[in-house]
């Protein structure tokens, strides 16, 4: 039947819509009679306004998975690694500093009681049980709930331009965490042979929040330059330590078993980690290589240092960059590296870094293609395989 494209006389006209330009929901001139924020002036009842959902591309980025073996670097008083360690519920984390304790406690009073709460975050209360005597009575007796658990560390005096030397944590930082595994179920048999997996270095990611290397010096030039130096010898010392992306999987994933080292009770019922709108799978697994952030403000002299370029130079590619949710991590605030600075009445002083804009950007390591890597010698024979042309490594 045709519909009737007739308007009648009187109908109301249809609501126009809103331009990109003008939000929805309530208009920005309120009615006579209420005020801005939606309260009658009279006696009257108040009216609510629903939100409705945050659209994909404002909802804050969380770039870590509880998951991830984390490497934090340049940190102040630690609040940062404890909002990572409480709210988000990571668990394979390494939070350092550079100072070392007794001048990091005289900086920052908070400090201890950030570390103390990273320390703990990983431990469970004590599990009651009750058995029976010979009596007849019940007594309880408290059990730990798991004496292998996994824990966040904290190391001090580590030099971001020498990660993994005597400098830069050692051994602690070449180590890490042990991967988590994903094994082939036992009836799985693949039609070609895997070639030999590389794991790469400990870490998932590496994150150096807001590095700066001090006053130096009143200069600006001289100051950038120093930035420059520290940040570029940073992501070389970073390049051996981030981890390769895990291989393939074959089989469906829901028949891949899973490691005993990745099967962690606390995760699964740790389910409130993290805000519900932050950019997050939190539980998921990594299925690409390891990463390297870092935070800057968005201002002078920091936009100055021209960050994508000292990594296109350490041998990095920039992936991706985003706006910093400073509301995203409970409790963390931005330390100066001069330490916290009294101001009146006792309250925090100077400036606050979490009152500006920054941006964290998310780098990985450049990977070679294969018809540009170097051919592989067989040692018994001296030759290059079939089908390999000859090189010159002068070129």
């Not at 909002?83 to 100072?99: V, W």
């Not at 520290?230 to 390049?239: G, P, Q």
Request: aromatic share 8%.
């Amino acid at each position: 039947m045709p519909r009737n494209n007739k308007k009648l006389k009187g109908a109301p006209a249809p609501a126009r819509s809103r331009g990109p330009g003008k939000p929805s929901g309530q208009s920005s001139n309120p009615p006579s009679g209420h005020n801005g924020n939606g309260q009658s002036q009279g006696q009257g009842k108040e009216t609510t306004v629903k939100k409705g959902p945050v659209p994909a591309n404002q909802r804050p980025i969380v770039p870590f998975l509880r998951k991830d073996r984390v490497l934090l670097i340049g940190e102040g008083d630690f609040s940062f690694a404890r909002s990572l360690a409480t709210q988000y519920k990571c668990r394979n984390l390494c939070a350092t500093c550079y100072d070392s304790k007794e001048t990091l406690e005289g900086k920052y009073p908070q400090v201890e009681q950030n570390i103390q709460a990273i320390l703990e975050s990983s431990k469970k209360p004590k599990k009651e049980t009750e058995t029976e005597t010979e009596s007849g009575t019940e007594e309880k007796s408290k059990v730990s709930a798991n004496t292998t658990q996994k824990a966040p560390k904290v190391l001090f005096s580590v030099d971001a331009r020498k990660l993994g030397s005597p400098g830069g944590g050692a051994k602690e930082i070449r180590t890490g965490f042990p991967r988590h595994e994903r094994k082939r179920p036992g009836w799985f048999q693949p039609k070609t042979p895997d070639p030999p997996y590389q794991p790469g270095g400990p870490w998932d990611v590496i994150c150096f929040n807001f590095p700066h290397v001090g006053g130096l010096s009143t200069d600006v030039n001289r100051q950038v330059r120093a930035n420059q130096e520290l940040l570029v010898a940073f992501f070389k010392a970073c390049v051996p330590l981030v981890s390769n992306a895990p291989p393939l999987m074959d089989a469906d994933e829901d028949e891949w078993e899973i490691s005993e080292s990745e099967d962690d009770e606390d995760e699964d019922e740790d389910d409130d980690g993290g805000e519900q709108g932050d950019e997050t799978t939190g539980k998921g697994i990594r299925t690409g290589p390891g990463q390297i952030l870092v935070t800057l403000f968005e201002a002078e002299p920091y936009t100055l240092w021209n960050i994508k370029d000292l990594a296109r130079h350490a041998g990095l590619i920039v992936v991706t960059s985003f706006r910093f949710p400073w509301a995203s991590y409970e409790g963390y605030s931005h330390a100066r590296t001069i330490g916290e600075i009294e101001g009146k009445n006792g309250e925090r002083g100077g400036w606050r870094g979490e009152d500006r804009d920054a941006r964290m950007y998310v780098f990985e390591v450049k990977q070679k293609p294969k018809w540009k890597q170097k051919p592989k010698f067989n040692k018994k024979t001296q030759k290059r395989p079939r089908g390999e042309e000859s090189s010159s490594d002068s070129e």
